[in-house]
């Protein structure tokens, strides 16, 4: 029996550990409400719980002169444990020993459902903002908040400083959810001027044109996505509602024809994910969940259906939760890297990434021959970045020396080809 | 005899017996290359198989009129398996990075090898499937990876 803090007599790391997994945040604090963090100095798991669960009852931050080693190896171990308390508080503490830690404290904040607070912390932190990251996430939780008006500012800020495919789409979904179509169409076709390949805007935007009923313009769209194989690798909920009948299941006939198991409960979320019935989708998974049928494709498929209803913070939680039950689950491990994609949150790839490699090193290499193919197509700011996560997770030398070349020659290339807008635009 | 100590340093021979081994190795001949000698060029005919005894290759592949490594092999690798079992010219350059020593395998000789050793022969097969097998599974992660582009 462990036992920490102020009150010695009665603490009990089991309990504690119990209420905390209970989501009894109030109560597991009150356990250890008197305690300074020096205290807990002895078990770091209940120290940074405590760091935690302190700021989500009294939203203060740490501030004491605890030292504590290898903070890389808890965030690594910490990471998809499922206990976003604990590495709530690590990630406090981090920030509170180095600024950079902003963007992934605030991350974990939006987990937790606290968007104000986050908000709060960038504001209070960084009075004047001009990295377009931060202006990004500001836009995001706002978003969430469902201030339109201040996400659309954030995000119009964070264009003048660069170019972004999400926030183009983010702005002209905005403005569809506000009833201003023409304003979304205006951001739908800026956004694609200047990434014309982006399967999320080519997909929203045709869904768009044919909610508007403009058939033709939504064809010519779905025409370009079938390239792209889209609606039958995942399925994409926003270009299930443009297709064709021969996709339509007869539920009712399906359900009674098979008895539920995951097995059949993941066809019939694919199903309904792949009508855009995202609402039926969810309240059908959950239901199913809480039945016993779960699985990590499960988990992942009501991530999307989360993630295509702009509920951002409950797709990347579903994902994080399965995790803590299926830690080396690959199918979920990718979800959360494609999540993290989409949402713009591109410095957290690199952690999950490390975890794959300790699961199937395989997808590592995966990295650099899915970064040739896209080079090859000339898709180079994507390739890009598949090189360089490859150059910091790769354990393979060779491998590691070529993508940095690689790096090297796309650079040149994007100079080449800026250069040549650029007088494209002179002349 | 020499080729036979190579070998015996592939992962994929762990599970050889020596005489085995021995057997195998005499139907290689070794080849040595100085750096940035051509080894195998692409759309060329060929039906050897190369086992990198010592050394870095490089593999390269024209891409819109461009040269792209593709990759480098250190020593420990298999390439060119695909050429003894079909007639289409090879798909990459292979150039030699470093000063490279390799064993290799034509058809002939492993044609030789099935009709003098079956049994050695079966378990080269064996090898080579797991090679293509492991590749198969990479290209299966690849596309796994390529999608999350394209969901």
């Known amino acids: 029996m462990a036992l920490f803090g102020g009150k010695k007599s009665s603490f009990r790391k089991e309990d504690f550990v119990r209420t905390l997994k209970s989501g009894d945040h109030k109560k597991a604090y009150e356990m250890l409400a008197e305690s300074k963090p020096e205290d807990l100095a002895d078990d770091n798991e209940v120290l940074f719980s405590f760091i935690g669960l302190k700021y989500l009852a009294t939203k203060e931050m740490f501030?004491?002169?605890?030292?504590?080693?290898?903070?890389?190896?808890?965030?690594?171990?910490?990471?998809?444990?499922?206990?976003?308390?604990?590495?709530?508080?690590?990630?406090?503490?981090?920030?509170?020993?180095?600024?950079?830690?902003?963007?992934?404290?605030?991350?974990?904040?939006?987990?937790?459902?606290?968007?104000?607070?986050?908000?709060a912390l960038i504001n209070k932190t960084n009075p004047k903002i001009t990295d377009p990251e931060l202006l990004n996430k500001l836009g995001f939780l706002n978003w969430e908040l469902k201030d339109y008006r201040a996400a659309l500012d954030c995000f119009k800020k964070s264009l003048v400083y660069a170019s972004n495919p999400i926030i183009y789409n983010s702005m002209a979904l905005i403005y569809n959810e506000l009833g201003n179509q023409v304003l979304a169409k205006k951001y739908f076709a800026e956004g694609l001027k200047s990434f014309p390949d982006d399967i999320t805007l080519l997909t929203n935007y045709g869904v768009l044109l044919f909610n508007l009923g403009e058939y033709e313009a939504s064809n010519n769209i779905v025409s370009k996505l079938k390239k792209y194989n889209v609606g039958t690798n995942f399925l994409h909920a926003g270009i299930g509602k443009i297709l064709p009948p021969e996709y339509e299941i007869d539920l009712e006939t399906e359900l009674k024809r098979h008895p539920k198991n995951p097995g059949i409960v993941l066809e019939i979320a694919k199903y309904y994910l792949r009508r855009g019935d995202l609402g039926k989708l969810i309240d059908f998974i959950v239901a199913e969940v809480k039945n016993g049928n779960d699985s990590p494709k499960i988990s992942t498929i009501l991530s999307y259906a989360y993630y295509y209803n702009f509920q951002f913070s409950e797709a990347e939680n579903t994902i994080i939760r399965s995790l803590g039950k299926y830690s080396n689950d690959i199918t979920l491990l990718l979800a959360l890297i494609f999540l993290y994609?989409?949402?713009?949150?591109?410095?957290?790839?690199?952690?999950?990434?490390?975890?794959?490699?300790?699961?199937?090193?395989?997808?590592?290499?995966?990295?650099?021959?899915?970064?040739?193919?896209?080079?090859?197509?000339?898709?180079f700011t994507k390739a890009k970045l598949l090189y360089d996560w490859y150059v910091k997770v790769s354990d393979n030398s060779s491998g590691?020396?070529?993508?940095?070349?690689?790096?090297?020659?796309i650079d040149s290339k994007l100079k080449v080809r800026k250069e040549e807008k650029h007088n494209e635009t002179i002349f | 005899m020499k080729q036979s100590s190579d070998l015996k340093k592939f992962e994929g021979f762990n599970s050889w017996s020596d005489k085995d081994i021995e057997t195998f190795a005499k139907y290689f001949e070794e080849k040595t290359f100085k750096v940035n000698e051509i080894i195998v060029n692409e759309q060329s005919e060929g039906q050897e198989l190369y086992l990198l005894a010592e050394g870095k290759v490089r593999v390269e592949r024209q891409v819109m009129g461009e040269d792209q490594t593709l990759k480098i092999l250190e020593s420990g690798e298999i390439f060119g398996e695909m050429s003894l079992?079909?007639?289409?010219?090879?798909?990459?350059?292979?150039?030699?990075?470093?000063?490279?020593?390799?064993?290799?395998?034509?058809?002939?000789?492993?044609?030789?090898?099935?009709?003098?050793?079956?049994?050695?022969?079966?378990?080269?097969?064996?090898?080579?499937?797991?090679t293509l097998s492991m590749r198969l599974r990479q290209t299966n992660k690849n596309l796994e990876i390529l999608s999350l582009w394209l969901i």
């Open chain 1, 63 to 119: 501030s004491g002169k605890l030292k504590v080693g290898n903070l890389d190896d808890l965030e690594e171990a910490w990471e998809f444990s499922g206990e976003i308390e604990r590495f709530l508080g690590l990630m406090i503490y981090r920030f509170s020993l180095d600024p950079k830690y902003l963007p992934r404290l605030v991350d974990y904040l939006e987990l937790l459902g606290r968007c104000e607070d986050a908000i």
């Open chain 1, 341 to 379: 994609i989409h949402m713009g949150k591109l410095a957290n790839v690199i952690p999950v990434l490390e975890k794959i490699k300790t699961v199937d090193p395989m997808y590592i290499e995966s990295l650099f021959n899915v970064a040739m193919i896209l080079e090859g197509a000339n898709i």
């Open chain 1, 400 to 409: 590691k020396f070529v993508a940095s070349l690689k790096l090297e020659i």
């Open chain 2, 85 to 130: 079992f079909d007639n289409y010219p090879r798909s990459a350059t292979v150039r030699s990075f470093e000063n490279s020593r390799l064993l290799l395998m034509n058809k002939t000789s492993y044609d030789k090898l099935r009709a003098e050793d079956a049994e050695v022969a079966s378990k080269f097969l064996e090898l080579i499937i797991q």
